[in-house]
């Protein structure tokens, strides 16, 4: 992704925390989302979700446009949703900073990847706590993201899944340069410096951060532990080694 674009310049200089409006309060979207930003959130994750790809319904364009007119923020949408390719151009004439699909539902994701970059927009992979980084392994050039989930996909307060600290590992190892990593499901405060040291740049937390009243001080504790995280000598605090 070229540099200069919102979602590449902050996530080169991560780790960053991404607060998922999954867990907000929608009845008073624009509050929240104002909020998030006058606690120094730099950038929010949007959870699409179909009730096909996923067990779940969550929202579609009706939200994307108001998150869009609330803020200037790059606004990060995670499509869990089956047959993305039909709606990758609404996704970004809606105002997508960043566009993820799920390596599932499109195992040769080469030219939807393209078709999103073409229009200006970062494109991201992710891939399910069953699926292995093989799977993703030969499009790593054909992407900016890599959307590592630690949980089954569909719902927010889940458990953590300690084996994304592994997959993390191998895309850092992996990964060409500006390559963004991303860890989504499960992030709090017990796991957030371990994916931040197993190299997560991007760090997506619903009920870690809306959960709570003060978006401030999640914004301060979350984004500490994982620089902690980052810290030499400090690694594996917290979470056991996936
Ligand atoms: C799963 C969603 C959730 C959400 C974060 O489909 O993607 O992971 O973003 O949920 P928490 O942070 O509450 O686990
Ligand atoms: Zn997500």
Redo the contacts with the bound molecule.
Sequence with gaps: MSSGSPFADLAANGPWIAP?L??CDFGRLNEEIARAEEAGVRIL?L?V?DGRF?P?I?FGFPILDAARRATRLPLDV?L?IEEPDRYIDRFCDAGADALTIHIECSPDPGDILSRIRQRGVAAGLSLNPPTPVAALESHLDDCDQVLV??????????E?DAAALGKLRRLRGLRPTGLVLSI?????EETIGATAEAGADLL????????YPDYQERHVRLGELARNGRQPGKEGQGMTAG
């Excluded at 989930?149 to 889940?158: A, L």
């Excluded at 989504?184 to 709090?188: A, H, R, S």
């Excluded at 997506?204 to 959960?211: H, I």
């Design positions: 998922s999954l867990a994750h959870d979700m996923v779940n969550s995670h869990m989930m630690s949980v089954m996909p569909g719902f927010g307060g889940q953590f989504d499901g499960g992030i709090n997506v937390a619903g009920t870690a951060f809306f959960g």
